[in-house]
Every structure is written in C-alpha cells, then in structure tokens.
C-alpha cells in the first residue's frame, strides 16, 4: 500500500475539518490516515466555515424546486456579483498598498488624497453592491446618537 502524501493532504484535512461537517474520526477515515495525525492538524484550527456550508445548503434548498433558467439566471448574477466584490477588494487592496509604500519611503504624501481615493471606491462599491452590514449599524447608531442628543 502507497504511503499517503501528508504535504497535498494536510490542506484537504484542515479544510474538512473548518467545515464543522466531520469528526475526527470521519476525516481521518476519509483521508486514510490516524486520528492521531487528524487531531495534531487540527489542534486548534477553528470551525469557521460552518456558516459558510449552512448557507451553501440554504442556497441549494432554495433552488431545489427552480427550473433550469432560473438556476442559470441565479448563478449568473451571482458570477457578476462576485466580480465586483473582487475587483473592489483588489481596489482597496492596492491604494491601502500605495499608502504604505508611501509611508514607508518616507515620501511626503497628502493623506487628503489617499482618503479621496478611498472614498472614491467606497461609495462606488455602495453603490453596486450596497451598504455593508457593519456600515449601516455604524450608521443607524450614529444617527440614533445623533438624535437622543448623545
């Protein structure tokens, strides 16, 4: 019998076991290797796709009944979606990274312009994607404060 790759399998083992779905004991069955090795892996490596698998069964449940265009219009606009969170993430990626070069040159920068910038990608994200869920609590409290006269 092949020795199993422990390097390739590492990754798959962790990933499985951030999905919450298996116990040790089902992943190192499924992997072919001991639970000993499983629990050194996973030794403090969190469940944090959990909510990740949930919504993913959410969203098949969902689409269990719809008919093939629907299914197709659905993941489309999902596909689109998705690309503008990337790009938006890869903008804000890369002016938080000029910001930083900049600093660290110890180049003389306007940080009104920076903040421009930011503000730029900001609302157009908003504006395709919508608020974040943190930005609209931040800004009904706000508000909330704002009007109690705190």
């Known amino acids: 019998m092949a020795k199993p790759d422990f390097d390739s399998l590492k990754p798959k083992i962790v990933s499985a076991w951030r999905t919450g779905a298996y116990s040790q004991r089902d992943i190192a069955k499924n992997f072919g290797v001991s639970v000993g090795l499983v629990a050194k892996l996973t ?44 790009f938006f993430n890869k ?9 930083v070069k900049r600093v660290q040159s110890g180049e003389n920068m306007a940080m009104a312009d920076m903040r421009h910038a930011s503000e730029i990608v900001a609302r157009q994200r908003d504006s395709l994607l ?21």
């Open 43 to 86: 030794k403090g490596v969190e469940k944090d796709a959990e909510d990740i698998v949930s919504a993913g069964v959410a969203f098949r449940s969902g689409m269990s009944g719809a008919g093939e265009h629907m299914v197709s219009a659905v993941n489309s606009a999902i596909e689109e979606r998705m690309k503008h969170v990337i």
């Open 130 to 150: 919508g608020k974040a869920p943190d930005v609209q609590i931040n800004q009904q409290f706000n508000a909330a404060d704002t009007i109690k006269g705190f």
């Open 91 to 99: 903008a804000g990626l890369i002016i938080s990274s000029a910001a």
